[in-house]
T-cell receptor, first 115, second 114 residues
């Protein structure tokens, strides 16, 4: 059972364009939504995260948009650069007391930004 | 030095062989994980451990076993390797702050089973 569904599987964007990756979740207990970035030959690393008490979080060119009613969240990369080429994973967890807080990962999106 | 290390980084083995992948961490975290990554399938959890005496199966534990020798060490074994276990394997540790978990991944082990 896939609790976090991510799309698209792969994405090609021109330099300067906007990259958008979407995730949907099923478990209404999820209340923490991080994104991880993985460069070729490396392990994933935390990029940015959001709690559902806000609808948007921005860090530099990276923005998470969150829609609680639709149970969806997305990563937007503005002014995409070739150095952003990587695999991106969304994730979700429940921080509610009694839960372990273990992250559930989406399937990943491979982004290629063309010069 | 890297906080999460994996050995070996690359391994070629034959069908039926038993192999062990090792993970060590200097972060002092109690939680450790083993994942495999396959194209189009993302990160799939094999086993996880929340402390030295706690071992839990993930979504794809069949054909694998683990050992948590110490807080800093978590090993993954393939009892009898088969070709469909060819994949990129990641170890991760995590800490939980304000109930939010952050995972820290090692560099990965690329395994080829012939």
């Amino acid at each position: 059972q896939q609790q976090v569904k991510q799309s698209p599987q792969s994405l090609i964007v021109q330099k300067g364009g906007i990259s958008i990756i979407n995730c949907a979740y099923e478990n209404t207990a999820f209340d923490y939504f991080p994104w991880y970035q993985q460069f070729p030959g490396k392990g994933p690393a935390l990029l940015i995260a959001i709690r559902p008490d806000v609808s948007e979080k921005k860090e530099g060119r990276f923005t998470i948009s969150f829609n609680k009613s639709a149970k969806q969240f997305s990563l937007h990369i503005m002014d995409s650069q070739p150095g952003d080429s990587a695999t991106y994973f969304c994730a979700a967890s429940s921080t509610v007391s009694g839960n372990t807080g273990k992250l559930i990962f989406g399937q990943g999106t491979t982004l290629q930004v063309k010069p | 030095d890297a906080d999460v290390t994996q050995t070996p980084r690359n391994r070629i083995t034959k069908t039926g062989k038993r192999i062990m992948l090792e993970c060590s961490q200097t972060k002092g975290h109690d939680r450790m994980y083993w994942y495999r990554q396959d194209p189009g399938l993302g990160l799939r959890l094999i086993y996880y451990s929340f402390d030295v005496k706690d071992i839990n199966k993930g979504e794809i534990s069949d054909g694998y076993s683990v050992s948590r020798q110490a807080q800093a060490k978590f090993s993954l074994s393939l009892e009898s390797a088969i070709p469909n276990q060819t994949a990129l394997y990641f170890c991760a540790t995590s800490d939980v702050t304000n109930s939010r978990e952050t995972q820290y991944f090692g560099p990965g082990t690329r395994l080829l089973v012939l």
